[in-house]
């Protein structure tokens, strides 16, 4: 099989001693009835919250203990393209096989869900995670065909302040919800600059739980530079975890919707 990169993946037999460097793939590990398989994880894996305390803890997404994960002797490592380095990739494939994943779009979501559906022998659990989140999206679809586009500037980091712009997983959502990207004009995740003295005209801006944590507090930070837009604090995980976090993401979306303009956040 291949995996979203279309690199051959050789295994003589079903991976049984899975380790996940990958937040969102882990989640989804154990929704596919995987996580008496994990056998490592990364700090940042924290859903459902006990594995951290029954699995071994190998890293993060871009630095992990090479000689913890060769002690654990996996079968197979799962990676991301954006949130693991090439060059830790490299060295793990020296360890075991590695599988990565490469997300953009709904659809790449839905084919990963099939790939570890047919990897790991559960083509069942995928089945229904598939038709699940597939339902999902199209009620979500016909719940906002008639709201009006608004225009949104979506941040990630702040000193430097960051923004998702086009060709990621959160601007894909943010075009699902009818937002038009502000930063669509850069690529990926670019810094830039703000002047209180020649303030930004986007309708919404969005303060994302992370990577950086903001909270209400910083919407007075963001509010010179966006003087007339509405600034809430949403949840980052439902715009950037992709895999069965979208379960939860599209009533998450609709609650946004129905509270955007009458409140300056979301918890």
């Not at 969102?24 to 594995?51: A, R, W, Y």
């Not at 086009?166 to 919800?177: A, K, Q, V």
């Not at 990207?181 to 739980?209: G, K, W």
Request: proline share 4%; net charge negative.
């Amino acid at each position: 099989m291949k995996d979203q990169l279309h690199r051959h993946i050789v295994l003589d037999q079903t991976p049984k001693r899975i380790i996940s460097l990958v937040p969102s793939q882990t989640e989804l590990l154990v929704d596919l009835g995987l996580e008496s398989s994990i056998v490592g994880i990364t700090k940042f894996c924290v859903h459902p919250i006990h594995l951290k305390e029954e699995k071994v803890v190998v890293g993060g997404t871009k630095h992990v203990h090479f000689n913890k994960i060769k002690d654990l002797k996996p079968d197979i490592i799962l990676c991301n393209k954006e949130e693991n380095t090439k060059e830790m990739i490299q060295e793990l494939e020296k360890i075991a096989t590695v599988h990565i994943s490469d997300i953009y779009t709904i659809e790449d979501t839905l084919e990963l869900i099939e790939l570890y559906g047919h990897l790991f022998l559960k083509k069942d659990a995928a089945i229904e995670i598939i038709k699940e989140i597939s339902k999902k999206k199209f009620e979500f679809e016909d719940f906002i065909k008639d709201k009006p586009k608004r225009t949104a500037a979506y941040f990630i980091w702040k000193e430097p302040w960051m923004v998702a712009a086009r060709h990621n997983f959160i601007d894909e959502l943010l075009r699902l919800n009818g937002f038009e990207n502000y930063y669509v004009q850069f690529s990926r995740y670019p810094e830039v600059v703000l002047d209180a003295t020649l303030p930004e005209n986007s309708e919404l801006v969005l303060l994302s739980s992370e990577p950086f944590p903001f909270k209400g507090k910083h919407i007075q930070h963001i509010k010179p530079f966006f003087p007339n837009a509405t600034i809430l604090v949403v949840d980052g995980e439902m715009f950037s975890w992709y895999g069965s976090r979208l379960l939860k993401a599209f009533d998450y979306f609709k609650t946004l919707h129905q509270h955007q303009w009458s409140q300056n956040s979301l918890s």
